[in-house]
């Protein structure tokens, strides 16, 4: 979903722009402006379609079977906030409307949302996973090395953990939440250009936030001369070579088989750091009992 706002407005992401462009040009035969309408006027995005990511690596048909279960009256009430104090575009009405209606919206959202993955993300999926995958190692060695405090020191300059509070610089809203026996769910995100915790504190503790490597993500990469390689260390030596460039999944998993499974509508990665009790809060403080601990 995060996506979206490269594409609504690319002030925030300079990074994206070749993206930008190349996703565009692929969105013949969507419905644009019912796809763009889920940014709200402030680039706010309903919580509805973000949902909370049910493991490592979630799959987008189990994040859509998730859209769709989402109770109508949360439907409405999540896409009435993303526009407040602004009315709902027409393109949206319906949302203000009877059960059957709204219920026709959602399915339509998430059957656009699907296509739109298929056109504009699952081409680059591949590449963007490396970025994720790179800054997941890094954050746990971060923690492991430094506690909370070294975790969260280079994730955003709107973040900062002190006595044991995350602390969330310029939300839109005020609340405080304490992630105290439920963890907090680090998300980064290729997309993101800003800490995004849960609009609201009832929701369980989480972050998503901007992974790091962005800048070279759409960098084409340098050719390289095989046959040099091949003459100095021997055809052999030089593929293995080639294998060990990037993290190899499990034998048996789908990216082994020819297929990679799809990310959550976020396009990002989820995890929870051991021992968290943190959790993040809009208004630049959060409530904790404890740090978190650094792994053993």
Same mark, same amino acid.
């Given at each position: 979903?995060?996506?979206?706002?490269?594409?609504?407005?690319?002030?925030?992401?300079?990074?994206?722009?070749p993206?930008?462009?190349?996703?565009?040009?692929?969105?013949?035969g =969507?419905? +644009?402006?019912?796809? /763009?309408?889920?940014?709200?006027?402030?680039?706010?995005?309903p919580?509805?379609?973000?949902?909370?990511?049910?493991? $490592?690596?979630?799959?987008?048909?189990? !994040?859509?079977?998730?859209?769709?279960?989402?109770? *109508?009256?949360?439907?409405?009430?999540?896409?009435?906030?993303? $526009?407040?104090?602004?009315?709902?575009?027409?393109?949206?009405?319906?949302?203000?409307?009877? +059960?059957?209606?709204?219920?026709?919206?959602? !399915?339509? =959202?998430?059957?656009?949302?699907?296509?739109?993955?298929?056109?504009?993300?699952?081409?680059?999926?591949?590449?963007?996973? *490396?970025?994720?995958?790179?800054?997941?190692?890094?954050? &746990?060695?971060?923690? +492991?090395?430094?506690?909370a405090?070294?975790?969260? &020191?280079?994730?955003h300059?709107?973040?900062?953990?002190?006595?044991?509070?995350?602390?969330?610089?310029?939300?839109?809203?005020?609340?405080?939440?304490?992630?105290?026996?439920?963890?907090? /769910?680090l998300?980064? %995100?290729?997309?993101? $250009?800003?800490?995004?915790?849960?609009?609201?504190?009832?929701?369980?503790? #989480? *972050?998503?936030?901007?992974?790091r490597?962005?800048?070279?993500?759409?960098?084409?990469?340098?050719? &390289?001369?095989?046959?040099? =390689?091949? %003459?100095? =260390?021997?055809? +052999?030596?030089?593929?293995?070579?080639?294998?060990? !460039?990037?993290?190899?999944?499990?034998?048996?998993?789908?990216?082994?088989?020819? @297929?990679?499974?799809?990310? @959550? *509508?976020?396009?990002?990665?989820? $995890?929870?750091?051991?021992? #968290? @009790?943190?959790?993040?809060?809009?208004?630049?403080?959060?409530?904790?009992?404890?740090?978190?601990?650094?792994?053993?």
């Open positions: 979903m995060f996506s979206l706002w490269t594409l609504v407005d690319p002030s925030h992401t300079a990074a994206h722009l993206w930008r462009s190349t996703a565009l040009s692929r969105l013949d =969507l419905d +644009a402006p019912l796809l /763009l309408s889920l940014v709200g006027p402030t680039l706010a995005v919580d509805f379609l973000t949902p909370r990511p049910a493991g $490592y690596t979630p799959a987008l048909k189990d !994040e859509l079977a998730t859209v769709r279960a989402t109770p *109508l009256h949360i439907v409405r009430r999540d896409l009435l906030a993303a $526009y407040a104090p602004a009315p709902l575009p027409d393109v949206l009405r319906a949302a203000a409307a009877d +059960a059957q209606p709204v219920l026709a919206l959602l !399915e339509t =959202l998430c059957n656009l949302l699907h296509h739109y993955w298929d056109l504009a993300l699952a081409p680059v999926w591949p590449q963007m996973r *490396l970025v994720l995958e790179a800054d997941t190692t890094y954050r &746990a060695r971060q923690l +492991a090395v430094g506690g405090r070294l975790l969260f &020191a280079d994730m300059p709107n973040l900062c953990w002190q006595d044991g509070v995350l602390h969330i610089d310029k939300m839109i809203g005020r609340h405080r939440a304490a992630a105290a026996g439920r963890g907090l /769910l998300m980064p %995100s290729v997309f993101a $250009y800003k800490p995004v915790p849960p609009v609201s504190a009832s929701d369980p503790p #989480s *972050l998503a936030y901007p992974a490597g962005l800048g070279t993500l759409w960098a084409p990469a340098p050719a &390289a001369d095989a046959t040099a =390689l091949n %003459s100095l =260390l021997g055809a +052999a030596r030089a593929r293995l070579l080639h294998l060990l !460039e990037a993290p190899q999944p499990p034998s048996n998993s789908p990216a082994n088989s020819g @297929s990679l499974p799809a990310p @959550s *509508l976020n396009t990002s990665r989820c $995890y929870t750091p051991p021992d #968290s @009790s943190t959790a993040p809060a809009t208004d630049g403080t959060c409530s904790t009992d404890a740090p978190p601990s650094p792994t053993n």
